[in-house]
């Protein structure tokens, strides 16, 4: 039939990095969790006329830097903004660290939680500072809990609470039990958050691992099948990562600025 050759134009092929946040993370729970979010529950962009629309499929992919990590792909989107005439699909890839930055020390994590009490009040940015009032809150409470559960029964017989003194065992299990959650909770979860925001000796090798993974995987999308666009998703302390990759790959792919008639690369001294 006349026509029946015409190809039908493809749909254009973007590129999704999804970089997960603080704890001890299991590969590819964050990216299902935002697929389905993002794609999956959407009634409008996936509202396309194909069969089974929100249908995703996904496959190993060496892009990933993992064999723990799978590439997740979508049908053509039904939106389709005047950049992607044709529809778009998506793949998402996940950017996982969490497996680089364990092993952080309680001596680690307790001069990062010093570094972060013990600061003027100027240097706290507004929008922590009630995080960072919780944290001395916090403090203080396993520090007062510490300090009542030493004191002997016969010094809380003179004071108007007599009745603690039966209870002394009780103040220190529950001053034992804090220590021992915040110790776990603080090596495990926060600890990942020192090992990659404090730039000491202990923690250049992890630090310098998960911005080659993130690099690579930056690298490998801009050389392999060509996307036509790529975006980052990031939470929490993801968000520093990627802005740190988006950084080092700018430098990478952009010459340095020539200020110094020529010389490229080369910053000449300014007087501040």
Known sequence: MPGSDVAVPRADMQAVIVIHGVGEQIPMDTIKGFVNAVWRTDDVITADGLPNPTEVWSKPDARTGSLELR?????????????FP???RTDF???????LTG?????SLKAWVRGLLFRPLHRVPRGIRLAWLLLWLL????????????????????TPFTALAGYQWAIAA???IITGLVQKMGTSTFGRVVRYTRANPNNIAARAAVRDRGLKLLR???EGPPYRRIIIVAHSLGTMLAYDLLSYFWAER?????YNGGNAGIFSPCDA
């Open 71 to 83: 590439r997740i792909t979508t049908r053509e989107s039904s939106a389709s903004p005047p950049e």
């Open 86 to 88: 044709h529809g778009v």
């Open 174 to 176: 529950v001053a034992v």
């Open 93 to 99: 890839y996940e950017l996982y660290w969490a497996d």
């Open 220 to 222: 490998a999308l801009h």
């Open 103 to 107: 092993g952080a020390t309680w001596d």
């Open 139 to 158: 403090s203080l409470t396993v520090v007062m809990l510490g300090l009542l559960a030493v004191i002997p029964p016969s010094v809380w017989k003179e």
């Open 254 to 258: 952009e010459p340095a600025p020539d």
